[in-house]
């Protein structure tokens, strides 16, 4: 059958679908992905149908600018985005593809809204962890703790309290792109959950979560929810000078998928110089933007590249230091390895807040986070023996996700069943 697949044009979105895909396209199905223009050469790089979707709203160039993505940028994006969508664009796009089944990113509702109003299946995958609200689990953007208590399910409603509260301005995003679901596609209203960590959840299709279980809160089972295959253990790595390592214990540093576009990550990047200054006995290989780790002073112990094997360097690695992205928190625990994050913005303090909960790593806010904070848990991860079994857990369910394909086989029994 043929299968489309829509996801944020970013490689953080990106990346982990291929795992699904591979194994999709090796079962005998047909598999394409609906993108933006600058994405077109990395898709059929890997052997997949492309499809350009939304293309007068990231024209080609888009994305490979590095443009700042002012106030301005963005109301211009978002108009442009009303503008493809009420002309029908997107519809036309699809009934061109003719899928048996779409696979949306949770955070592309146009695609799953505009799919159904064709009358064509479509399951949600999610790249980050479940992000709809359960009890006693704040928003996947908040730092809170999960507390089963009488006062933490107080905090957890008053976080999501205060997040539905920001989206309540009539003319916010939030309330213009509720607006078209339902004025343009006529998606009726008591079938949107606004109780999304980034957007209104749409439970009536299911959802099918690239990562682990073990890594989430505790939430009750849900039958329209499976956690699934996502790790691209196979890709082509970087050039590294492997002849710099010496031998001694290697920390890794990365910066994330979207490490060129985060003021975080050149903090990060100065942090572990100071840190790497204070350990000359380990090794530290950091993958910064250019500019690395500004002012701060380089250490002869630290190697600082633009891109990075990130799987090879993980491996060696006796730890790792970062912002707690999900694809490289599910990399770092794969091959068995402790973090320390730092994390930025999106779902990082939610992921954060998850390593904490699970013993998986150490965990700082970035305003305060000190360089000899830092050192103590790094040299405490190394050999605390409750957070590596804490990580082989994490990393049984993750090998076991890869094996077993239990994305693919959830998939195949829905098309089967012709549910809708």
């Not at 997040?163 to 939030?174: I, P």
Request: hydrophobic share 40%; net charge negative; aromatic share 8%.
């Amino acid at each position: 059958m043929k299968i489309a697949l829509g996801m944020l044009p970013e490689l953080g979105h990106l990346v982990p679908t291929l795992s699904l895909a591979k194994n999709l396209r090796a079962a005998g199905h047909e598999v394409v992905y609906l993108g933006v223009p600058d994405f077109e050469g990395w898709i059929l790089e890997r052997g997949f149908g492309f499809v350009p979707v939304f293309e007068t709203v990231f024209p080609r160039g888009t994305l490979t600018e590095n443009r700042a993505e002012t106030p301005e940028v963005l109301a211009a994006r978002f108009a442009a985005y009303g503008e493809y969508l009420m002309r029908g664009a997107l519809e036309s796009r699809l009934r061109e593809v003719s899928p048996d089944l779409i696979l949306a990113d949770t955070l592309n509702d146009f695609l799953t809204v505009s799919a159904w109003s064709l009358g064509i299946r479509c399951l949600r995958l999610s790249t980050s962890l479940p992000q709809g609200w359960a009890p006693g689990v704040p928003p996947l953007s908040s730092p809170l703790p999960y507390d089963a208590s009488p006062e933490g399910l107080a905090r957890s409603e008053g976080a999501w309290e205060a997040l539905l509260g920001s989206r309540t301005d009539q003319g916010s995003y939030h309330s213009i792109k509720l607006a078209v679901l339902v004025h343009r596609y006529g998606y009726p209203l008591d079938r949107i959950d606004r109780r999304g960590s980034f957007e209104a959840e749409l439970p009536e299709f299911p959802e099918i979560v690239l990562g682990p279980s073990r890594l989430d809160f505790p939430r009750p089972p849900s039958d329209r929810r499976i956690h699934a295959e996502s790790l691209w253990l196979d890709r082509p790595e970087v050039r590294f000078p492997w002849e710099l390592l010496d031998g001694r214990p290697l920390v890794y540093v990365g910066g994330g998928s979207q490490a060129h576009r985060r003021r975080e990550t050149l903090a990060l990047g100065g942090l572990a110089a100071e840190v790497a200054a204070a350990m000359p006995d380990h090794q530290f290989v950091a993958a910064m933007p250019e500019g690395g780790p500004g002012e701060t002073a380089r250490p002869p112990n630290l190697i600082e590249v633009r891109f990075a094997p990130q799987l090879a360097l993980i491996e060696r690695s006796c730890a790792v230091i970062g912002h707690g992205g999900l694809s490289s928190l599910k990399e770092c625990f794969y091959h068995g390895k402790p973090v320390v994050v730092i994390p930025g913005r999106f779902d990082q303090p939610g992921n954060a807040a998850r390593v904490r909960h699970h013993g998986l790593g150490a965990v700082f806010e970035d305003s305060s986070v000190t360089v000899a904070e830092v050192v103590e848990a790094l040299r405490r991860l190394s050999s605390d023996a409750a957070v590596r079994a804490n990580v082989a857990s994490v990393r049984e369910e993750l090998v076991a996700l890869e094996r077993e394909q239990p994305g693919l086989r959830w998939i195949e029994a829905y098309l089967a069943s012709g549910a809708r």
